[in-house]
């Protein structure tokens, strides 16, 4: 077995019992593999132990890895996470089978042009700046009730669910918990919350989708923001 295999199959261990701690259903729970900075055999080796399921956070390195992978396996499918540039929106599009890093009216304006023209719909979260943090990309809190309602009703953008990066410092719990909250109130049944560090406490509060790269893949070379 591969360390990637075996890393897979720790992690996804650690997910059943997470998720059953929290007396939610198995397999309720989805991983996403973030592969970024790791090379497609890296990726092969996840699929050939049967996992599907991928992010990448820049649209461009994915480019150069997914598409020669497609071909093989049709189950596969490709999650963006990262922070998107209006200029990449359309190749994002055509990418994708989620976007997870909406945040700003520019970027649904550009979303939902790219989706006209590729004739194409990728699913689409709202990602939330949960602790408000000068730097990060994300709806700030107070705008994110205003921006999910423009981004479903004035632009008809197909949104599913919320995402979310907590401040490294700190319990991410709080952060968790409201962001479920957010989505509750507005009907969203997707929440990608959790990365290597933190996935079971957000399995604890509710995550449907956890980002996992560095307990799969090892520690990454440089850094991938
Ligand atoms: C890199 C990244 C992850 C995975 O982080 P790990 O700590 O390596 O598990 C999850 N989500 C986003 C948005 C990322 O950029």
Do not use: W
């Not at 520019?106 to 790219?114: K, S």
Request: with cysteine; net charge neutral.
């Amino acid at each position: 077995m591969s360390d990637i295999a075996a890393n897979l199959a720790r992690v996804q261990h650690r997910i059943a019992e997470a998720t059953a701690r929290a007396n939610r259903p198995a397999g309720s729970v989805r991983l996403v593999a973030v592969s970024k900075t790791h090379p497609a055999e890296a990726v092969a080796d996840a699929l050939a132990a049967g996992q599907l399921l991928f992010g990448e956070n820049r649209v461009q390195e994915a480019q150069g890895k997914f598409p020669g992978l497609r071909p093989g396996h049709p189950g596969m499918r490709l999650h963006v996470i990262g922070a998107l540039q209006t200029n990449k929106a359309r190749d994002a599009v055509a990418l994708a089978d989620v976007i997870e890093s909406l945040d700003r009216p520019r970027l649904a304006v550009a979303l939902a042009e790219a989706m006209a023209k590729e004739n194409r719909r990728p699913d689409l979260l709202v990602q939330v700046n949960t602790g408000d943090e000068g730097q990060k990309a994300g709806v700030p809190r107070a705008e994110a009730d205003a921006f999910i309602r423009a981004c479903r009703e004035e632009h008809g953008l197909p949104v599913q669910g919320l995402m979310c990066i907590p401040p490294v410092e700190g319990d991410p719990r709080p952060h968790f918990a409201y962001l479920a909250e957010l989505a509750a109130k507005h009907g969203l049944g997707v929440l990608s919350m959790g990365m290597s560090g933190d996935f079971e406490a957000a399995i604890g509060c509710g995550a449907t989708h956890v980002r996992v790269g560095s307990a799969i893949f090892g520690a990454r070379d440089y850094p991938a923001g």
